[in-house]
Every structure is written in C-alpha cells, then in structure tokens.
C-alpha cells in the first residue's frame, strides 16, 4: 500500500513538472507571437528613428551660434558675434544673436566663443572645449551635417512600456522607459536581433500644452510626421521649397506602398523640376515628360505630380510633404482605396 502511495506521489510530481515548465514555454511563446505582430518594431524602422528624433537631447535649436546640428552649446556661453559682445543665457537669447547676424549682408558674420566651452551631443553626453582648435577639431569630426535632426517641440509622456525579443536568444522583456535619455539610450542600442512592440496608448505633449493619445505605430507614426512643420523654427513654406526642388536632379531613394518595398520600380529614373511647373523623369531608354505643382490644404504642405502614360502612375497622387532639406524630400500619401499609406523620398543625386 505504501509502495503505491509513492508510485502514485511521483506520477504525480512528474505531471506537476509537466504542467510547469509546459506552461512557461507558452508564456515564453505568446510573448514571440506578439514580438512577431504587424506592431513589431526594429532599430531601423521609421518610427524608431522618428523616436529617437524626439527623445535625443537637442541640437539643433542653437544652430545660429555653431551651425551645426552634431551638438548644442550648453548655455549659458558668451561669444562675440562680429564686434558685439553677446552672452547667451537661454532659448530667447538666440534671437539677439540672429538680429545681429541679420543686420548687415555685407560683414562676415564671423562668432567667436569664449572659451571654455561645453559641448551637448544627441545621446546627452557633454564634451568641455578648451580653446579654439580643440573646438574646430570635434566639428570637422562630424561630417557632413544634411541629414535629419531633433524633432524638439513634442515630447513623450512617461513612462513608456515596451516589450523586446531577442532572436538569439530567445528571451522575451520589458523594459520600462522614464525619460528620453532612458528612449533615446534604448533605441541606439538595439541590434539586428531585437525587435520590440510599444504598449498602446501612449501621449505626446506638444510645444503648445495640447496632449495627444496614440493607440498604434502607423497613428504615432503620423502624428510625429505631421509636427515636424511646427518644429521647423525657420519655417519651410512655399518660397523655400519651390527653391529647392528646381535645384539639380534627384532619384527615388524609396518607395514603400504599405508594407511592400517597391523602391526598384524607379531603379536608373532621374527626375528634373523646372520653376514653370513641368518634369522630366528620365532613364536609359524612356523619357516620361510631366507636371508639378506644390500648395497648401487643410494647412498641409502638398506635391502633386503627373506623367504622359501609365509608366509611373503610382508616382500621380497628391502627396504631404513630412519634411525636406537641400538633399531630401520625403512624402506620405494615404490611399483612398485600400487605405495603405504610401512613403516616398526624394534624394539629390
């Protein structure tokens, strides 16, 4: 009889075990499925980039005193900005550095800091400057400075939750995020293997107070887009990008229709704007003559364009220009029929 209770007590312990390590794998498992769900992100997905430009420390907003946007001087700092002796204590005090750059267009403009220094870079971490050489060596260290920068006039309301799996090795997490050098941190960081899900909803705060709720990538996504004009203190009106796109010659650097990469279609294309409204688009054997044309609706910044045939008629819609600079223009345009959204960029050749 004994024996049996003690045959039946290990049956037992064993069908316990069973049910144990059973049930964490369906854990381990359910968190892989929601990993691998059309909300799973990657370090080089656009909103990952989008949130990285947010959550960065800025770099962007002192341009007038450093022109660049590889760091921000931290303040306060003063400088001598052609013969007048200006310091720098906070945000409105770049406007008294502007107003005496504006002055005149036939002096040199030349700044010239006090030195030490201190320098701020995008992952907040800061550099003091000694002298003058020290200062011009860190610039020319930063390259070229055309792409895009901090997206500083909304902010992300903490804490946000986001949920990781790593594909080597295959462990699931949760990291919890409470400012944007923790976001910032989080997102350059991550490697190929890694992809994470945000948990919904998540708010934003804008420059102006108004709060806005997200309950997906594509509406984050969108709503991040649709505020980069508001960020642009220099503002990027008609004038300015009229300028631009007659300038040089430009291929398509992507064309994403949905989900669907479809940048090949515009492989060996190059496109010409002129100021009266026409284009060519241009390949080896083809030349496609056509129309362009920019306005404004609903306060939204527009590039329709049309060509002779059925050749590039995805290209013929009226797209919102999200944002430009003197090598990029990047456009979104959300379908009528199926309500995909379609992202098309622009780059100089």
């Known amino acids: 009889m004994l024996s049996l209770s003690t045959q039946n007590m290990k049956n037992f312990t064993f069908l316990l075990i069973v049910m144990i390590f059973g049930g964490l794998h369906s854990c381990q498992k359910d968190e892989i499925t929601e990993s691998n769900s059309p909300q799973s992100l990657t370090k080089s997905s656009t909103l990952s980039s989008l949130m990285a430009r947010v959550s960065q420390s800025p770099t962007s907003k002192d341009n007038i005193l450093d022109g660049t946007s590889c760091f921000a001087v931290v303040l306060p700092v003063s400088l001598t900005v052609n013969s007048s002796n200006v310091t720098v204590v906070d945000n409105n005090s770049y406007q008294t550095v502007r107003d005496i750059v504006d002055e005149y267009s036939s002096d040199d403009d030349v700044i010239h800091f006090s030195f030490p220094i201190r320098l701020k870079f995008a992952d907040f971490h800061e550099v003091e400057v000694a002298n003058q050489e020290a200062y011009e060596s860190i610039l020319e260290n930063c390259g070229d400075d055309e792409g895009f920068h901090d997206i500083a006039c909304i902010d992300f309301n903490f804490p946000l939750v986001l949920k990781t799996y790593n594909s080597a090795t295959q462990i699931p997490n949760t990291v919890s995020v409470s400012s944007n050098s923790q976001l910032y941190s989080f997102l350059n960081g991550l490697t190929t293997n890694v992809v994470y899900n945000i948990s919904y909803p998540v708010s934003m705060t804008s420059s102006s107070g108004s709060i806005v709720v997200y309950n997906s990538n594509s509406e984050l996504q969108t709503g991040i887009e649709n505020s980069i004009d508001d960020c642009d203190d220099e503002g990027s009106g008609t004038e300015l990008f009229s300028d631009l796109i007659v300038n040089g010659t430009w291929k398509i650097s992507s064309f994403i229709d949905g989900d669907e990469d479809e940048t090949y279609h515009y492989t060996g294309y190059v496109f010409s704007f002129s100021s009266t409204g026409t284009s060519l688009a241009a390949a080896t054997s083809t030349s496609l003559n056509g129309n362009w044309a920019y306005y ?54």
């Open 296 to 349: 404004t609706e609903d306060n939204l910044s527009k590039l329709t364009l049309s060509y002779f045939g059925e050749t590039l008629d995805e290209l013929e819609e009226d797209w919102q220009i999200i944002e430009f600079n003197s090598t990029f223009i990047k456009l979104r345009h959300i379908s009528g029929g199926n309500g995909n959204t379609h992202y098309l960029t622009f780059t100089k050749i």
